[in-house]
């Protein structure tokens, strides 16, 4: 799975744990010791295809290595910033 998009389960991907290396950054800025958002890796799984973010089921957001479970029920995948995904299982 690319790094960044948006995917819908079924045509775009399958369900499965997926695993990224973390940001798509090459450069963080910090801020008050705190890496910005754009420095780093975001997803959501949705309930829905839309994307509405009322209908949230999981998310994470780090700099570093992540897995997101993308099960049966989830419709939707978007991931933000990040290395592209590989799936694990």
């Not at 705190?34 to 780093?40: A, F, I, N, R």
């Not at 997803?43 to 570093?64: C, L, Q, R």
């Not at 419709?75 to 592209?84: D, G, T, Y």
Request: with cysteine.
């Amino acid at each position: 799975i690319p790094g960044s998009g948006f995917f819908v389960v079924g045509p775009d991907i399958s369900p499965g744990l997926y695993r990224t290396s973390g940001t798509g950054s090459t450069w963080g800025v910090w801020i008050n010791d705190v890496p910005t958002e754009d420095s780093m890796c975001l997803w959501f799984t949705y309930s829905t295809p839309d994307a509405n973010k009322d209908h949230v089921v999981e998310t994470n957001i780090s700099m570093g290595p992540m897995y997101a479970n993308i099960n049966p029920s989830v419709k939707a995948f978007e991931s933000i910033n990040c290395q592209p995904w590989t799936r694990v299982r």
